[in-house]
T-cell receptor, first 115, second 108 residues
Framework: DTAVSQTPKYLVTQMGNDKSIKCEQN?????MYWYKQDSKKFLKIMFS???????INETVPNRFSPKSPDKAHLNLHINSLELGDSAVYFC??????????????FGNGTRLTVT | GQQVMQIPQYQHVQEGEDFTTYCNSSTTLSNIQWYKQRPGGHPVFLIQ?????EVKKQKRLTFQFGEAKKNSSLHITATQTTDVGTYFC????????FGQGTELSVKP
């Protein structure tokens, strides 16, 4: 009965490869997010979708492309991986739209290591 | 743009000592949220403060929201080893911005 689940948990790949991370939430929430947590544990928002519509797109390289087939899923595809992409990527969801103050429910994270 | 600063970055305490982390926003917030991330885990929502001057308690944890709604604090009384982790504040202005987190370690 996991609320926000993302796969894979670990991802080790070489520079230049393309990879995807999948996220699903069964909370019935309207909004989903991707966050990047660097080695200093700083949590930076990358994207946010409300009911399949992109509402937040921070200054993220074009190599990162989110896709939301329905409001329960938000996947992240990364092209031409670089060393600097190594981080933990968290998917999250919340009830309601952007800026309404609803708390975030995070997935367990995907630790991406680019060699 | 909106910034949320959190201090200290690290705090090492002896079990039983108190702990406080502070959060300051460059802009007035509509609300502030606090999260805890255990080592190797994911951030977990603790509480949300909405009103100016609001104080909320959860057992040994006390959360405060400043009168101007630009700062907040989390105080833990008599820390235990189970309190270990990184505590994040997240300020809601136009969007939710996370502070840098305070990593708490507790020596038994």
């Amino acid at each position: 009965d996991t609320a926000v689940s993302q796969t894979p948990k670990y991802l080790v790949t070489q520079m230049g490869n393309d990879k995807s991370i999948k996220c699903e939430q069964n909370l019935g929430h309207d909004t989903m997010y991707w966050y990047k947590q660097d080695s200093k544990k700083f949590l930076k928002i990358m994207f946010s979708y409300n009911n399949k519509e992109l509402i937040i797109n921070e200054t993220v390289p074009n190599r990162f492309s989110p896709k939301s087939p329905d409001k329960a899923h938000l996947n992240l595809h990364i092209n031409s991986l670089e060393l600097g992409d190594s981080a933990v990527y968290f998917c999250a969801s919340s009830q309601g739209g952007r800026g309404n103050g609803s708390p975030l429910h995070f997935g367990n994270g995907t630790r991406l290591t680019v060699t | 743009g909106q910034q949320v600063m959190q201090i200290p970055q690290y705090q090492h305490v002896q079990e039983g000592e108190d702990f406080t982390t502070y959060c300051n926003s460059s802009t007035t917030l509509s609300n502030i949220q606090w999260y805890k991330q255990r080592p190797g885990g994911h951030p977990v929502f603790l509480i949300q403060l909405v009103k100016s001057g609001e104080v909320k308690k959860q057992k040994r944890l006390t959360f405060q929201f400043g009168e101007a709604k630009k700062n907040s604090s989390l105080h833990i009384t008599a820390t235990q080893t189970t309190d270990v982790g990184t505590y994040f504040c997240a300020g809601q202005g136009g969007k939710l911005i996370f502070g840098q987190g305070t990593e708490l370690s507790v020596k038994p």
